[in-house]
């Protein structure tokens, strides 16, 4: 498994696989939490060094425990997720 977020205000955009098949791409609001039946394949995921890129996730509530953390933790990961 494998997701990797982006932040385009005032949306996210995560593209996920799960068990090395590809997912797809979920689109919500920056405010909410994402859950498996947001992803479809038909969506396409902008490119990993697209604007806003924010890193790589090993899972989906990984990536939501990311976005439930408080802002001053989402700034650390992404400088890290640059490295």
């Known amino acids: 498994m494998g997701f990797a977020l982006w932040h385009q205000k005032p949306l996210l955009v995560c593209a996920g696989t799960h068990e090395y098949r590809p997912m797809g791409t979920a689109i919500i609001g920056d ?22 890129f924010v890193g790589y996730f090993a899972s989906l509530n990984e990536v939501n425990a990311y976005l439930r953390g408080p802002r001053k933790k989402r700034d650390s990961h992404r400088i890290l997720s640059i490295l």
């Not at 394949?41 to 604007?51: N, T, Y």
């Open 31 to 52: 405010q909410g939490l994402f859950q498996a039946r947001d992803f479809s394949a038909l969506r396409k995921a902008p490119r990993r060094g697209h604007e806003g």
